[in-house]
Every structure is written in structure tokens, then in C-alpha cells.
């Protein structure tokens, strides 16, 4: 097809979003064409959850061999070389990038069109300046680190998320500005490496206090300085860099890393000659079906204000395509997971007990230390602990939440539970493989009825 044809679906960007409203488009049998103005893949191939995760891997291999917990089996870890772990990181992302995104698009039969799209009007998209028509669109452009207005930042020169995963030299000292997902794995990631590193924010502020209170003491045990505050000021200090916070503390670092955040990235789309509002924050405004404003375009991802997962900006994505086509389907939120990879994880599914209770629950809990969890205990690590949120009147999980090694893993089996409507007897009652950390899970539905002590298996 070239631009003058008229194709069912135009889809701006290409990554989860857009990748996978063009598979679905294409599944139902409509003509689909995709626009990038950059780097082929979106965020979370190539500047987001691949390179952070494979970058936390070598960074947590190397920190289990320095606190390796069985001295009968002593490990060893040397020196860091940031370029070739970067060069190991950025071949990792060129093959998946061809794998997962280029030849999925050839095999799905759609095509990328290079080049920045802009609206003339609510109905004319351009490509580059040229027309590209279409039924429907779906703008799938991302999010892009959010910089604070903080005096004199602008003078400093500031790495970001994107930024700090292009080093090739580690600093000797870092301080990072903000406590959220990314403000944590990248401190940790960087401790692990051998920074000497400052978190300047509230740690997991929305995590559940006993959680985020545990993954604090765990930061604090690794030599990570935490500072409970807001920054106010940043000015330069010789070769570093300080930064005062609200209430007069002050961190020094040779770097600083901003992590407050991510913000739409909108740029360039005009997206008032199209007729499409965002919120006070710049995201683009969807109904339950994600249509925008304007009638004929439809917006997923981060560029909305949605969950800032890869898996929801492709269910989202799915949902999108699928409505652009004539369907009326929305995003279903239950027992959404998320995972903080830091280590230990940081992991839910479902909703807190703040948010049980803001929402009319008579909420009932409980909590267990992982130093009551037989794979804990055997692992040698017992940092963390899980917590069950559930009706008071039904018994009915509306939220798991765990700090340990593999939370993460464990959170497919709490969303599960939670979306069948999972009571915490019925979760007590279910097998459970015993010395996995998975089996804390039951082992905290059983505090429901019976908080005495139990044996291994009980």
C-alpha cells in the first residue's frame, strides 16, 4: 500500500501499545500501517524494562557472590566493566528488537512507516508532511522521564533513566532523586555495581507501609542512604553535586540521577488541531474504551494516564484496535500485578489496604514474616514478608502483596486467585508446593483462622 490508499488503522509508535493493536487489527483481517519517529520498539525494548532488567541481573549476580550466605561454597566478585555489561545489554536489545518487532510486523503483514505524524485536523494525519489516511487512529507515542522544576537543575548535568543506561564509566558516587519504581531498581542496580548511592524520596509511597518499611532496612543493610525527603535546591560543589531537600538535609553525589516520573511524550502530534484533551498532567483523556476526544482516534500506553506497564499498554492496545473496528470492549483492571525488581522484589496484585478501605471495604488483614516461610529459611535470606488484604464481611483477597527474592513470580498465582474471586479460606484450602516462596501465600490466607504457630507443612 503506499500513502495514498486508505488504510482501516493508522498506529502511531511501535511499542507494546502499538505492537499489539497492529497484531489484533490484523488478526481481525483490517489493513494496519505503523508510524515511528525514532528507534523502532517503543521504551520498554530499548530503554526500559530489557536493558533495566538485564542491567539488575548482572548487578544482582554480582552482589549474591559478595553476600553469598553459605560459607562452606565461597564465591568471589571483582571489578566491573559498565562498557561491556552495556555492550552485552545493547546486543540483547538490537536481537529482540529484530525478533520481536520487525519480523513480527513482516510476519503479521503490516508496514512501519519512518517518519513524524502530525495532525492537520481532526481527520488529516501527516506523515513527514505527506497524508496518511485512515479510518481510525490510535496514538501509541509513550512516556519519556519527567523533569522536576528544581532551582538550578538545568545547570546540572543530570542523567535520567535513559541517560544512566548509557554509561560506560561508573560514577563514584550517585545520588538519585525520586523513591518510585525507577528512582529504586536504578539505585539499586548502581549500589550493586559499587556506587556509593543516596535515594533522595519517599521509598514505594505507595506500597504497604510494611513492605515498603522492610525494602528500606534491606537498602539500608547494603550501605544505600535514604533520605525521606523531597529535593529543593541542587547547586554544583567542586566536581559534585549537592542536594538539599526540603527541610534542610543535603546529599552529595559526582552524579545525580532525576527519577520523578514519567510525562506523556506528546511532542509534535499537535494534538489540538486533532481535537484530542489531555489531563492537567499532558496524558491523553480516554473513555472505558479508549477513545480520545476525537471520535476517530483512540490512545493506549503511557501516553494515557494508565498503569505504566508493559502488559497493560498491550491489553490496552488490543482493546483499542478491536473498538477502532466496531467492538465494544474495555480494559479490566482485577487483580492487576506489578513487580518492583528490585531485591528483594517489591510485588502486588490487586489493591492495597488503603485503597480497599477508600473504596467502602471493611477491610481484614493479615501479615507474614518471611521468617515464617520455609524457602526463606532454607535460602538463607528472610528479608520481607507478605500481606493479604481481603473483605471483612466475605472473606473475598482484593489484594497480595509480597517483598521477597521472587515476588514477582509469585503474583500470576495471586492474580489468579483474586479474578476467580478467591476467598482467603478457598486460598488456605488450595495446594501449595511446599518450599516455594509461592506457598507463603497460603501460608498468610491460613493467619485468617488460625494465627498460633505451624509446622512446616500444616
Known amino acids: 500500500m503506499t500513502r495514498n490508499d486508505e488504510f482501516d488503522l493508522a498506529v502511531i509508535g511501535t511499542g507494546g501499545a502499538a505492537m499489539s493493536a497492529a497484531i489484533h487489527a490484523r488478526l481481525e483481517g483490517a489493513s494496519v500501517v505503523a508510524i515511528e519517529s525514532g528507534t523502532l520498539g517503543g521504551t520498554c525494548v530499548n530503554i526500559g524494562c530489557v536493558p533495566s532488567k538485564t542491567l539488575l541481573a548482572a548487578a544482582h549476580t554480582r552482589h549474591d557472590a559478595l553476600a553469598n550466605p553459605f560459607p562452606g561454597a565461597p564465591t568471589t ?12 545489554k545493547d546486543d540483547l536489545i538490537g536481537m529482540l528488537r529484530q525478533t520481536k518487532y520487525a519480523d513480527i510486523a513482516t510476519a503479521y503483514g503490516f508496514g512501519i512507516t519512518p517518519g513524524t505524524a502530525t495532525f492537520a485536523d481532526p481527520t488529516t494525519l501527516l506523515v513527514d508532511g505527506q497524508p496518511v489516511r485512515a479510518k481510525s487512529y490510535l496514538v501509541a507515542t509513550g512516556a519519556e522521564p519527567h523533569i522536576p522544576t528544581i532551582p538550578e537543575l538545568e545547570n546540572i548535568d543530570y542523567l535520567t533513566s535513559t541517560t544512566a543506561m548509557e554509561l560506560t564509566v561508573l560514577p563514584h558516587s550517585l545520588v538519585v532523586i ?9 539505585a ?21 507501609p510494611e513492605l515498603s518499611s522492610e525494602l528500606r532496612k534491606a537498602f539500608l543493610a ?14 554544583p560543589d567542586g566536581d559534585r553535586v549537592r542536594v538539599s531537600t526540603q527541610t534542610g538535609k543535603e546529599a552529595t553525589g559526582e552524579r545525580i540521577l532525576v527519577a520523578t516520573g514519567r510525562t506523556a511524550r506528546t511532542r509534535g502530534l499537535d494534538l489540538t488541531a486533532a481535537g484530542i484533551a489531555t489531563d492537567e498532567r499532558g496524558f491523553i483523556i480516554v473513555d472505558t474504551q479508549q477513545r480520545t476526544t476525537n471520535p476517530a482516534v483512540f490512545a493506549a500506553g503511557d ?19 478491536r473498538n477502532a473496528l466496531g467492538q465494544r470492549e474495555h480494559v479490566d483492571y482485577t487483580g492487576l500485578p506489578s513487580v518492583l525488581f528490585t531485591s528483594p522484589q517489591l510485588a502486588s496484585a490487586g489493591i492495597t489496604e488503603a485503597e480497599a478501605l477508600a473504596a467502602g471495604y471493611r477491610c481484614a488483614c493479615r501479615y507474614l514474616r518471611l521468617s515464617d516461610v520455609p524457602r526463606a529459611i532454607t535460602n538463607h535470606n528472610t528479608r520481607g514478608g507478605i500481606k493479604i488484604v481481603a473483605d471483612a464481611d466475605t472473606g473475598k483477597v482484593l489484594g ?22 478467591f476467598t482467603v479460606t478457598q486460598l488456605s484450602d488450595t495446594w501449595a508446593p511446599y518450599l516455594t516462596m509461592a506457598e507463603g ?5 491460613n493467619l485468617f483462622r488460625n494465627e498460633l504457630p505451624t509446622s512446616c507443612c500444616a
Do not use: S, W
Open 77 to 88: 566478585a571483582g571489578g566491573v566493566d559498565l562498557g561491556e555489561l552495556m555492550q552485552q
Open 178 to 186: 525520586g523513591g518510585g519504581f525507577v528512582g529504586l531498581e536504578q
Open 188 to 208: 539499586q542496580l548502581f549500589a550493586r555495581l559499587g556506587v556509593d548511592v543516596t535515594i533522595v524520596g519517599r521509598l514505594a509511597p505507595h506500597a504497604e
Open 222 to 235: 547494603e550501605g544505600i542512604t535514604v533520605i525521606n525527603d523531597r529535593a529543593a535546591t541542587i547547586t
Open 303 to 321: 501516553v494515557t494516564d494508565a498503569p505504566q506497564y508493559v502488559y497493560v499498554a498491550a491489553m490496552a492496545g488490543k482493546i483499542a484496535a
Open 400 to 421: 497480595i502483596h509480597a517483598l521477597a527474592e521472587t515476588a514477582g513470580e509469585m503474583m500470576l498465582a495471586a492474580t489468579y486467585a483474586i479474578t476467580a474471586g
Open 441 to 445: 501465600i497460603r501460608l498468610t490466607a
